[in-house]
């Protein structure tokens, strides 16, 4: 498989490194010095493209892939406002876009358990709260992961309309604490508070790696599809 990738940081080189294990070709590395670059593939050079980029860049690159008939993995969180857009745009090209705001097979086990417990305790009388700890890089806040948590929350509990962060805190919206500290891959967990006791659930996530390998394997499973996608569709046929 050849794959294009855009967004050359860590977690782009650590992606290379799971696509060559796994025999796969990486046919350019894209990042803000070099993006022209992508203006001299031709359309049958790319199987898949990976992006990884910045949420600044990311609905342009995701944008121009589509245009140019590549399918788009992309793992790039805070540019979510549009991507309405590019699910429109990737059914009117006939194409195929897989998004995802965490690529760890264990984390998208830890949303169907958010779900599950936060279903189990609609009706009960304790306070939610979350917080998400990252490296001191990541440039949005809160993360994507965090965001798809509280999603899931509202799905299962109409009282709850989104989230907010602290130290905001809105009645009817999940709050949630955003720390950056050193090198921290990734760090979750959702509590809820009564004065009798507390019930958390949490993940934290010891390397990129778990994300670079889930990214790698919805590549795989991308190519020869059309449509939009996401790790649920993905995890029903593991």
């Not at 001191?136 to 899931?152: F, N, V």
């Not at 795989?220 to 996608?229: D, H, I």
Request: hydrophobic share 40%; with cysteine.
């Amino acid at each position: 498989m050849n794959i294009l990738l855009i967004g050359y940081g860590k977690m782009g080189r650590t992606i290379e490194q799971i696509a060559l294990e796994r025999s796969h070709h990486i046919v350019g590395r894209i990042d803000v010095q070099n993006r022209s670059d992508m203006d001299l593939l031709p359309r049958d050079a790319v199987d898949v493209a990976i992006e990884f980029s910045s949420p600044e860049a990311a609905f342009e690159n995701i944008t121009y892939c589509l245009r140019k008939g590549w399918p788009v993995v992309s793992g790039t969180t805070g540019w979510l406002n549009h991507k309405a857009e590019i699910e429109e745009l990737c059914r009117e090209q006939q194409g195929a876009f897989f998004y995802a705001s965490n690529y760890s097979i264990g984390v998208n086990l830890f949303f169907r358990l958010n779900r599950y417990l936060a279903r189990l305790m609609k009706e009960q009388p304790y306070e939610i709260s979350m917080t998400e700890i990252h490296h001191i890089h990541k440039l949005d806040a809160p993360s994507g992961t965090a965001i798809t948590l509280a999603e899931g929350i509202s799905l299962e509990n109409e009282s709850f309309k989104g989230w907010s962060l602290a130290p905001d805190r809105q009645q009817g919206r999940v709050p949630i604490t955003a720390e950056r500290e050193g090198e921290v891959p990734g760090t979750h967990s959702i509590r809820y508070s009564s004065e009798i006791d507390t019930i958390e659930i949490g993940h934290t996530a010891h390397s990129r790696k778990g994300f670079a390998q889930g990214a790698v394997v919805s590549a795989e499973w991308l190519v020869g599809k059309k449509g939009v996608f996401g790790m649920d569709d993905l995890l029903e046929k593991l």
